[in-house]
């Protein structure tokens, strides 16, 4: 009777199992990658169904990428997303230094030249380097594999809105920015560790977030887009049902369909 008992307890154990695995949901549908040109040559690649990014990032790799055959759409259900600076809690007096340098070139015009630089029509614009009146050098983390905003360009330069936007605020205020090229993974803990000062890497404004740095007034309005192969079958948000997704690990991107997916 015992080994029955046995036999069968195993038994129950092993469809259980494959229960959990298979009944509840199976394999994850969300592919993670280290960037988001990773996740959009898997996409050219078949490897995955869709991609979640930013609107502007997948603009640009889209652009600069003619023959990957990708097109992009939007969604009403993604909310609009704010970018904000990233600073440690305690840092108050960064914190008004980065917000008054923010305001004062949003005042003076020069973030529109910046911003119209990348976003507009294009036409060029050389942040004016300023003088260190204020003996302050703060490290600034910023993961460089996302164009339009971070990048590492032909020359191997840092280049960018994000990085024309660090060094006027700079400029404006008095004091100079040392760029550090920072994995997305560990940008926020390279903040809280002392091993940057700041964050500024197209970062969303969420709450978790606000949980563990403190953030600048917004510079950015973003939303995420929907990346497909051209001609795919794939047009609303609805449709990434049942199929693979690629997105950049951990953020708002990776959030937002993998609360789609658990809804």
């Known amino acids: 009777m015992n080994k029955l008992i046995k036999k069968y ?46 609107s502007p990032v997948v603009l640009e790799f889209i652009a600069n990428n003619p023959d990957a055959n990708i097109e992009a759409f939007g969604d009403e259900s993604f909310d ?21 340098g923010l305001a004062a070139i949003k005042e ?16 060029d614009y050389q942040v004016e380097p300023g003088e260190n009146t ?12 996302y164009a339009p905003f971070e990048y590492v360009n032909d020359a191997g330069e840092p280049e960018g809105f994000d990085v024309d936007l660090i060094q006027a605020i700079a400029a404006e205020k008095g004091f100079v920015v040392n760029l550090v090229n920072t994995n997305w ?3 926020i803990p390279a903040l809280i560790g ?25 510079y950015f309005e973003s939303t995420q887009y929907i990346a497909v192969q051209a001609g795919s079958e794939i047009k609303t948000l609805d449709d990434l ?8 690990n951990g953020t708002t991107g990776d ?8 809804n």
């Open 9 to 54: 307890s195993v038994a129950i154990i092993a469809i259980l199992t494959l229960f959990l695995l298979v009944g509840c949901g199976g394999s994850d549908p969300v592919s993670r990658y280290p960037d988001i040109p990773t996740a959009l040559t898997e996409l050219t690649n078949g490897g995955v169904d869709a991609v979640v990014a930013d």
């Open 80 to 100: 609009k997303e704010y970018f904000g600076i990233a600073m440690r809690q305690e840092d108050e007096d960064i914190h008004e230094l980065i917000n008054q």
């Open 108 to 123: 003076n015009g020069v973030y529109d030249k910046v911003f119209n630089k990348y976003f507009g029509d294009g036409t």
């Open 134 to 145: 204020l003996d302050i050098t703060l490290n600034v983390a910023m993961d460089m594999a």
């Open 185 to 187: 993974d560990g940008i």
């Open 194 to 218: 002392g091993n940057a000062d700041i964050i500024i890497s197209a970062m969303t404004i969420t709450e978790e977030r606000k949980e563990t740095v403190t953030f600048s007034d917004p």
């Open 241 to 248: 049902k049942g199929k693979k997704v690629g997105v950049q």
């Open 255 to 262: 959030f937002a369909i993998s609360d789609f997916f658990d």
